[in-house]
C-alpha cells in the first residue's frame, strides 16, 4: 500500500538519512522510531509531499508520489501533526473545515459520528462548541485525530499521537484505533512511548 | 478666483521651513541634512513634473498620456516590489499587471461614467486622477501582499495541514487572501469613516483652492474615495492570485526563495 524506496533527504546542504525502504501493507500498523533528529517526522511529510526527497521514490497504492498525484495521494492519507493547529475558532469550526473543500462535501454525513467518537476518545461532550484557545494539549490531540478520522481515509500518519496524553487517554486512543478494521498506520512515536496497536516497529537511523 | 502663490509666495514657504530647522538645531535633531535634500528633490522633482505636466495637458495626446501612465506604473510596480520584501523576479508578472488593471478600471470607470467625459485620456484628469488611485493600489499593495505571504510562511505547519485535510491550493490559500485582503483595504475603509469629519482631503482642499465650489469638489472627493477604494480591492487579490503559480512550487508549498531576507 505504501512503499519508500532507497528515500533520502538533505536539509542545508547535510544529509538527514539515505537509502530508507519501507513497505507497507494494507492494514498494517507502524510505528517509526529513532533517535531525535533522524527524520521520523520527515518521513511522514515526504509520504504527505511536504519534504523532497533528494533521491528515491515513494508509491502510494501504486501511485508514484509527484507533482501530478500529490493532490490525490494527499485525500487518501489522513494526517494528525504533533501539535495540531487546530485554528482560532471552535472546536466545531475545526471539524467542519475539511468538509467545504470540494474533494471531502459528499463526506459531509460523517459529521453525524464526532459525538461518538468524541465519546471513545474521552473527550467531554458539548466540546464541540468551546473555543480552540480554551483546550489542553491532550483535547487538541485526540481533537485532531477525530478530525482525521471522519474524512474516512485508508490510511493514518500520527505524528507523536499521544505525546500530550495520559496513560488513561493515551490507552482510549490505542482502543479506538484497533477498532478501525482496514485502516492503514504509519506513526512516530517518541522514545520512551508506547504504541501497544501497531503490528510492526521500523527504526529511522542515519544511515539504512 | 484662484490665488497664484507666485515665486515669491513660495520663497515665503521656504522661509516657514527656518521654524521646523531652528527647533532641530536647538534640540540637536540629527535630521538636518536629511531634511534639506528631502526638500531639495521635492522642489526639484515637483518643478519638473509640473513643467512636464504643463506639456502633457497642453499636448493632450494619447500617444504622450498612455506611455506616462505605464511609467507610474512601472515605477509603482518597483515600489511594491521594493517595500514587499519578496524577490522581484517571482513577483514582477503579478505586481505589474495587477497594479495596472487595478488603475485602468476604476480610473476609466470615473473619467467615462463619473466626469462622463467623452475624451476618455484627456491628459488633465486621467494623469492626476491614476496617480491618486495608484499611490493607494501601491501602498494597499505592499500592505496585502507582503502579509499573504508572511502568514502562509508562518503559519506553514496549519497550511500544510490543510493541505494534508484535501484542500486544493486555492482552498488552501483562501484564509490567508482573505485576511491579506482586509489588511489592505482597511486603511482606505477606515479613512472613508473620517473623512470630511477628521481631515479635509488633499484633493478636494486642491479643487477648492482651485477656486471650485465646495459641493463640486465634496462630489469630485467622493467619486475619487471610491474609484480609490475600487482599485485597492481590485489590485490586492489580483496580485496575489497572478503570484501564486510562481511562489508555490508543484506540490502546493510555498518557495523558500521567495523572500528576499530567510
Same mark, same amino acid.
Given at each position: 500500500?505504501?512503499?519508500?524506496?532507497?528515500?533520502?533527504?538533505?536539509?542545508?546542504?547535510?544529509?538527514?538519512?539515505?537509502?530508507?525502504?519501507?513497505?507497507?501493507?494494507?492494514?498494517?500498523?507502524?510505528?517509526?522510531?529513532?533517535?531525535?533528529?533522524?527524520?521520523?517526522?520527515?518521513?511522514?511529510?515526504?509520504?504527505?509531499?511536504?519534504?523532497?526527497?533528494?533521491?528515491?521514490?515513494?508509491?502510494?497504492?501504486?501511485?508514484?508520489?509527484?507533482?501530478?498525484?500529490?493532490?490525490?495521494?494527499?485525500?487518501?492519507?489522513?494526517?494528525?501533526?504533533?501539535? %495540531?493547529?487546530?485554528?482560532?475558532?471552535?472546536?466545531?469550526?475545526?471539524?467542519?473545515?475539511?468538509?467545504?473543500?470540494?474533494?471531502?462535501?459528499?463526506?459531509?454525513?460523517?459529521?453525524?459520528?464526532?459525538?461518538?467518537?468524541?465519546?471513545?476518545?474521552?473527550?467531554?461532550?458539548?466540546?464541540?462548541?468551546?473555543?480552540? %484557545?480554551?483546550?489542553?494539549?491532550?483535547?487538541?490531540?485526540?481533537?485532531?485525530?477525530?478530525?482525521?478520522?471522519?474524512?474516512?481515509?485508508?490510511?493514518?500518519?500520527?505524528?507523536?499521537?499521544?505525546?500530550?496524553?495520559?496513560?488513561?487517554?493515551?490507552?482510549?486512543?490505542?482502543?479506538?484505533?484497533?477498532?478501525?478494521?482496514?485502516?492503514?498506520?504509519?506513526?512516530?512515536?517518541?522514545?520512551?512511548?508506547?504504541?501497544?496497536?501497531?503490528?510492526?516497529?521500523?527504526?529511522?537511523?542515519?544511515?539504512? | 478666483?484662484?490665488?497664484?502663490?507666485?515665486?515669491?509666495?513660495?520663497?515665503?514657504?521656504?522661509?516657514?521651513?527656518?521654524?521646523?530647522?531652528?527647533?532641530?538645531?536647538?534640540?540637536?535633531?540629527?535630521?538636518?541634512?536629511?531634511?534639506?535634500?528631502? &526638500?531639495?528633490?521635492?522642489?526639484?522633482?515637483?518643478?519638473?513634473?509640473?513643467?512636464?505636466?504643463?506639456?502633457?495637458?497642453?499636448?493632450?495626446?494619447?500617444?504622450?498620456?498612455?506611455?506616462?501612465?505605464?511609467?507610474?506604473?512601472? &515605477?509603482?510596480?518597483?515600489?511594491?516590489?521594493?517595500?514587499?520584501?519578496?524577490?522581484?523576479?517571482?513577483?514582477?508578472?503579478?505586481?505589474?499587471?495587477?497594479?495596472?488593471?487595478?488603475?485602468? !478600471?476604476?480610473?476609466?470607470?470615473? &473619467?467615462?461614467?463619473?466626469?462622463?467625459?467623452?475624451?476618455?485620456?484627456?491628459?488633465?484628469?486621467?494623469?492626476?486622477?491614476?496617480?491618486?488611485?495608484?499611490?493607494?493600489?501601491?501602498?494597499?499593495?505592499?500592505?496585502?501582499?507582503?502579509?499573504?505571504?508572511?502568514?502562509?510562511?508562518?503559519?506553514?505547519?496549519?497550511?500544510?495541514?490543510?493541505?494534508?485535510?484535501?484542500?486544493?491550493?486555492?482552498?488552501?490559500?483562501?484564509?490567508?487572501?482573505?485576511?491579506?485582503?482586509?489588511?489592505?483595504?482597511?486603511?482606505?475603509?477606515?479613512?472613508?469613516?473620517?473623512?470630511?469629519?477628521?481631515?479635509?482631503?488633499?484633493?478636494?482642499?486642491?479643487?477648492?483652492?482651485?477656486?471650485?465650489?465646495?459641493? &463640486?469638489?465634496?462630489?469630485?472627493?467622493?467619486? !475619487?474615495?471610491?474609484?480609490?477604494?475600487?482599485?485597492?480591492? !481590485?489590485?490586492?487579490?489580483?496580485? !496575489?492570485?497572478?503570484?501564486?503559480?510562481?511562489?508555490?512550487?508543484?506540490?502546493?508549498?510555498?518557495?523558500?526563495?521567495?523572500?528576499?531576507?530567510?
Amino acid at each position: 500500500m505504501i512503499r519508500f524506496e532507497n528515500v533520502g533527504v538533505s536539509f542545508a546542504g547535510k544529509r538527514l538519512f539515505h537509502g530508507f525502504s519501507l513497505s507497507v501493507g494494507t492494514g498494517e500498523r507502524i510505528a517509526l522510531t529513532g533517535e531525535s533528529g533522524t527524520g521520523k517526522s520527515t518521513v511522514l511529510g515526504c509520504l504527505l509531499g511536504f519534504v523532497m526527497p533528494d533521491d528515491g521514490t515513494i508509491e502510494v497504492e501504486g501511485t508514484r508520489l509527484e507533482p501530478s498525484t500529490v493532490w490525490a495521494i494527499r485525500r487518501r492519507i489522513a494526517y494528525v501533526p504533533q501539535e %495540531a493547529d487546530l485554528g482560532g475558532g471552535t472546536v466545531d469550526s475545526f471539524l467542519q473545515r475539511p468538509f467545504q473543500y470540494a474533494a471531502n462535501r459528499p463526506l459531509h454525513d460523517n459529521l453525524q459520528r464526532g459525538p461518538a467518537l468524541f465519546e471513545a476518545l474521552g473527550l467531554k461532550p458539548g466540546l464541540e462548541t468551546a473555543a480552540v %484557545a480554551s483546550l489542553s494539549g491532550g483535547e487538541k490531540q485526540r481533537i485532531a485525530l477525530a478530525a482525521a478520522l471522519l474524512l474516512d481515509r485508508p490510511i493514518l500518519v500520527t505524528d507523536e499521537l499521544t505525546s500530550a496524553l495520559d496513560r488513561q487517554s493515551a490507552e482510549r486512543v490505542s482502543e479506538l484505533l484497533l477498532q478501525q478494521q482496514g485502516l492503514t498506520m504509519l506513526g512516530v512515536v517518541h522514545e520512551g512511548s508506547r504504541m501497544p496497536f501497531a503490528t510492526r516497529v521500523v527504526e529511522v537511523r542515519h544511515d539504512h | 478666483m484662484t490665488i497664484d502663490p507666485g515665486w515669491v509666495g513660495i520663497l515665503a514657504a521656504f522661509g516657514m521651513l527656518l521654524i521646523p530647522l531652528g527647533l532641530m538645531a536647538h534640540q540637536r535633531i540629527p535630521m538636518i541634512r536629511q531634511t534639506l535634500v528631502a &526638500v531639495l528633490r521635492m522642489t526639484v522633482q515637483l518643478l519638473l513634473v509640473g513643467f512636464y505636466l504643463q506639456w502633457v495637458f497642453k499636448q493632450n495626446q494619447w500617444w504622450i498620456t498612455v506611455p506616462w501612465l505605464l511609467v507610474m506604473v512601472t &515605477v509603482a510596480t518597483v515600489s511594491t516590489l521594493r517595500g514587499s520584501g519578496l524577490r522581484s523576479r517571482l513577483l514582477i508578472t503579478a505586481a505589474a499587471p495587477a497594479l495596472l488593471l487595478g488603475t485602468a !478600471i476604476p480610473l476609466l470607470w470615473f &473619467v467615462g461614467l463619473v466626469l462622463r467625459n467623452p475624451d476618455l485620456l484627456e491628459a488633465r484628469y486621467v494623469i492626476p486622477v491614476a496617480g491618486m488611485i495608484l499611490g493607494n493600489c501601491l501602498r494597499a499593495n505592499i500592505v496585502g501582499v507582503r502579509d499573504f505571504y508572511q502568514h502562509v510562511r508562518q503559519q506553514r505547519k496549519a497550511y500544510q495541514l490543510v493541505l494534508a485535510q484535501g484542500a486544493s491550493q486555492s482552498e488552501a490559500v483562501c484564509p490567508y487572501l482573505r485576511s491579506s485582503f482586509m489588511a489592505a483595504v482597511s486603511p482606505t475603509v477606515a479613512t472613508m469613516m473620517t473623512i470630511g469629519v477628521v481631515s479635509l482631503p488633499g484633493m478636494m482642499t486642491g479643487v477648492i483652492l482651485g477656486g471650485a465650489d465646495p459641493v &463640486v469638489a465634496i462630489r469630485y472627493q467622493i467619486g !475619487i474615495m471610491l474609484a480609490i477604494f475600487t482599485g485597492t480591492a !481590485i489590485t490586492v487579490p489580483m496580485a !496575489i492570485s497572478f503570484s501564486l503559480k510562481r511562489c508555490f512550487n508543484a506540490y502546493g508549498l510555498l518557495r523558500d526563495d521567495v523572500f528576499t531576507q530567510p
